[in-house]
């Protein structure tokens, strides 16, 4: 029995094309981490958007206490985060650093708003969030690191 040949060539350049390194003008680092940040702002925001609304819905309402601080402290812990991501995929190859900046600024928020923690908790959120994008790009310089050190990467040949 014959098995039917295919017509579409297969494409292992695709399969990683999100993760490549990412240069540019500093504007354009800028521009994509202030467009994340505000991206997971929203999300978060929309997430807690349950607990911010009345309680004739018989939901439990979030604490009390004014919004616009929460939003503008992960405004500028995203842009951080967004920094650090932005300067490391800008030497080596980086997976996924719009959804990692997207997911911790988004969850950050979303548990922010729902419980309004004090300046050390937040502070905490801030640092667990750092340190998530910190092993994050640990990971992609130590496989840069190794890439660079294998003999095909050399140009060693037998």
Do not use: K, N
Request: proline share 8%.
């Amino acid at each position: 029995m014959d098995l039917p040949e295919t017509t579409y060539p297969v494409d292992t350049q695709d399969e990683h094309e999100d993760e490549r390194v990412r240069s540019g003008p500093l504007w354009r680092h800028a521009l994509w981490a202030a467009l994340v940040t505000a991206a997971g702002l929203t999300l978060g925001w929309l997430g807690a958007l349950f607990r911010i609304g009345p309680e004739e819905y018989g939901l439990p309402p979030a604490a009390p206490g004014a919004l616009w601080p929460y939003l503008l402290a992960w405004a500028a812990i995203g842009l951080v985060l967004g920094a650090v991501l932005r300067f490391v995929a800008a030497r080596v190859p980086v997976y996924s650093p719009a959804e990692v900046l997207l997911g911790t600024v988004m969850i950050g928020t979303r548990l922010s708003l729902g419980w309004r923690p004090e300046p050390l908790e937040a502070a905490g959120l801030a640092a667990a969030a750092l340190l998530l994008v910190a092993l994050w790009c640990a990971v992609a310089l130590r496989g840069a690191a190794v890439v660079r050190r294998s003999p095909s990467a050399s140009g060693y040949s037998r």
